[in-house]
Every structure is written in C-alpha cells, then in structure tokens.
Nanobody, 120 residues
Framework: QVQLVESGGGLVQAGGSLRLSCAAS????????MGWFRQAPGKEREFVAT????????YYADSVKGRFAISRDRAKNTMYLQMNSLKPEDTAVYYC?????????????WGQGTQVTVSS
C-alpha cells in the first residue's frame, strides 16, 4: 500500500556528510510516522531516528544525537536523513520505515535498504 524508494547511500570518509532520501508513494495520506533504522554486519537492526508525519516531532537514538537530522517534506512525500560528522561505526545498511494507519491497527512498510560506508 506504501512504496518506499531510497537514495543517497554511498562511501564517505570519517568526518564527512551524507544525505539520505526516502520517497513514499501509494497511501501516503495514512502515514503516521516515518523513520530510519540501520543494521551493521553481525548486529541487530537498530533504531536511528523517527519523525511524525503531521506534526514533525523528532526523536533520535543517543548514538546519533547532535550529528544526524531527520526531516520531511510532506508536499513531496519525502523524508530525509542528514548525516554529519560521520564515523566508521555508522557503517551499516540504512532502511527507510513508514508506519501507516490501517484499521484496526498499524502497518509497517520498509524500503529496500541502502549501504552507507564510512572509511577511517
């Protein structure tokens, strides 16, 4: 019902910046929140940041506070993750998430994942 297309992943040196984008289509009018998760080799998928679609309230994992900024453009149905001061520990596959209101509850949709590699 919601399709998510990510872009912006790649290779960057430590201390550099990268901007991820996630474009949503389909039942975008039902989006409750969107967010970013990441998964490094040998580790479980972890939460990075989330934003409420209507009000724009944000929440960040402690590991990225002060370095990453999540935002959204509702007119474009697009969410962004601005990543600054990148560290090798940020290397992971980053996944776009959309939580959608679907009676009688909620449904999560996921992007395909995009690789972010930070060299030391």
């Amino acid at each position: 019902q919601v399709q998510l297309v990510e872009s912006g992943g790649g290779l960057v040196q430590a201390g550099g910046s990268l901007r991820l984008s996630c474009a949503a289509s389909g039942r975008t009018f039902s989006i409750y929140t969107m967010g970013w998760f990441r998964q490094a080799p040998g580790k479980e998928r972890e939460f990075v940041a989330t934003i409420s679609w209507s009000g724009g309230s944000t929440y960040y994992a402690d590991s990225v506070k002060g370095r990453f900024a999540i935002s959204r453009d509702r007119a474009k149905n697009t969410m962004y993750l601005q990543m600054n001061s990148l560290k090798p520990e940020d290397t992971a596959v980053y996944y776009c998430n959309a939580r959608v209101i679907l009676a009688p509850g909620l449904r999560d949709y996921w992007g395909q994942g995009t690789q972010v590699t930070v060299s030391s």
